[in-house]
Nanobody
Framework: QVQVMESGGGLVQAGGSLRLSCTAS????????MGWFRQAPGKEREGVSC????????YYADSVKGRFTISRDNAKKTLALQMDSLKPEDTAMYYC????????????????????WGQGTQVTVSS
């Protein structure tokens, strides 16, 4: 059984930074793409970023490009999301997801491309 767990959320002022982490068990971590999603109150869950199994390719939502950086350490079976220059509109529950394949592709933000999800970690950015 695949289990995914996020950590690192919290409250930060606008312009600040946070680093989210994710661990996954029950799968060969290095064989799968990994993604980050978020869901703000009253809104649908949206894709934030995706990274291929070998870190060669990354994708970002337009709203976070240049501010967020996704990375992974396959040896440690961890995924990270470095979030800089945070804005109040970044406030959301952030979810880590294990991909169903090793690639992200142009449809990386479709939830159907992921097979396991964490419970989420809350990020709140105050103005």
């Amino acid at each position: 059984q695949v289990q995914v767990m996020e950590s690192g959320g919290g409250l930060v002022q606008a312009g600040g930074s946070l680093r989210l982490s994710c661990t996954a068990s029950g799968l060969t971590f290095g064989d799968y793409a990994m993604g980050w999603f978020r869901q703000a109150p009253g809104k649908e869950r949206e894709g934030v970023s995706c990274i291929t199994r070998n870190s060669v390719t990354t994708y970002y939502a337009d709203s976070v490009k240049g501010r967020f950086t996704i990375s992974r350490d396959n040896a440690k079976k961890t995924l990270a999301l470095q979030m800089d220059s945070l804005k109040p509109e970044d406030t959301a529950m952030y979810y880590c997801a294990a991909g169903a394949t090793n690639a992200c592709t142009t449809s990386w933000s479709s939830e159907s491309r992921y097979k396991a999800w964490g419970q989420g970690t809350q990020v709140t950015v105050s103005s």
